[in-house]
């Protein structure tokens, strides 16, 4: 039983005229009496007198009357409430997100969401430490590891390619990277208990990791900005997502290290949410925004 079936029901009820109801939503005369028919089949007793001439409730229908009434009041105030409907999206949604990728890619971009949405506001969560979608009561969730968890549930957002990236100034004291052996004589900056990431070359056979194995890390980080910061002031070598280090590389500020070589692992950035929630009006219209905005290809692939 839906509700737009309700809501031809009771207009039907009000003109007596199946035909009229149906212009008065939008529909044809057959797909209104093929609506009613549905829905009279559906609760078993004919809620209608029809003859040729005119239509009348029957005494199914006139009792149905003003339960169908209360069921589409009680929906509005539902929608009215959670925003799916109304014209104006309204309410708070709880965001959690990597502060790098906020910063540079999700803050910069409220003030159009806002004039677009003046009703909803946000609780940001921001940090590189992992939570507990659930458990923290989180709306939205921007993550770069695949979901496995069954409570959730995910939409791409962007491809996140990693690279390893070095300042133009640092190799010129420290020497220059051409082979995976070399990172063994360099300052190496790691993100906190970040597993090694096998590394792969079209070129060669031979497989490496990042961080090498054979050498301690020089500065261990666990927060992206500071590890982007640190290379670019000439720490170490780093390996950062791309969209992290685009800007820095189209500036010239950062050089890409071992370009031949590629992470062996595809990675993508998730928009996430609870599965066992239904997805309100205000968490899916910032979806469509941000896959609007951000999304492939990537506003930093983009010239």
Same mark, same amino acid.
């Given at each position: ?242 969209? !992290? ?8 500020? =950062? +050089?890409?290290?071992?370009? #031949?070589?590629? @992470?062996? /692992? ?13 997805? !309100? ?8 925004? =941000? +896959?609007?905005?951000?999304? #492939?290809?990537? @506003?930093? /692939?983009?010239?």
């Amino acid at each position: 039983m839906d509700i737009e079936s309700l809501k031809l029901f009771v207009k039907v009820a009000e003109t007596l005229n199946i035909s009229a109801a149906g212009r008065a939503l939008g529909l044809a005369p057959a797909m209104a009496s093929a609506r009613i028919a549905k829905l009279e089949s559906y609760l078993g007793a004919d809620l209608f007198h029809r003859s040729t001439r005119r239509v009348a409730l029957s005494t199914e229908g006139e009792y149905f009357l003003p339960h169908a009434i209360s069921i589409l009041a009680q929906h509005d105030t539902v929608m009215d409430v959670i925003g799916a409907e109304s014209q104006q999206l309204a309410g708070t949604i709880r965001f959690a997100s990597s502060s790098t990728f906020a910063q540079l890619y999700v803050v910069p971009l409220l003030p159009a969401f806002f004039e677009r949405y003046p009703n909803i506001n946000f609780d940001m969560r921001l940090g590189d430490r992992p939570i507990n979608i659930i458990e923290d009561g989180i709306d939205l969730a921007l993550r770069s590891s695949t979901v496995d968890d069954s409570g959730l549930r995910a939409r791409k957002l962007a491809t996140d390619k990693r690279i390893l990236c070095a300042s133009p100034d640092y190799l010129s004291r420290h020497g220059h990277i051409s082979v995976p052996a070399d990172l063994e004589h360099h300052h190496i900056i790691s993100f906190k208990e970040r597993k090694p990431r096998i590394m792969r070359s079209s070129h060669s056979a031979q497989e490496s990791v990042f961080p090498p194995t054979e050498c301690s890390a020089r500065l261990i980080c666990d927060d992206g900005t500071s590890m982007r910061l640190a290379t670019l002031n000439g720490v170490g070598v780093s390996m950062n997502s791309f969209w !992290s280090v685009a800007a820095e590389l189209k500036q010239g500020r =950062l +050089v890409q290290v071992l370009s #031949d070589y590629e @992470v062996d /692992e595809e990675t993508n950035i998730w928009l996430v949410y609870p599965k066992a929630n239904a997805l !309100s009006g205000k968490v899916r219209v910032f979806i469509d925004f =941000l +896959v609007e905005k951000i999304g #492939d290809p990537p @506003v930093w /692939e983009r010239d």
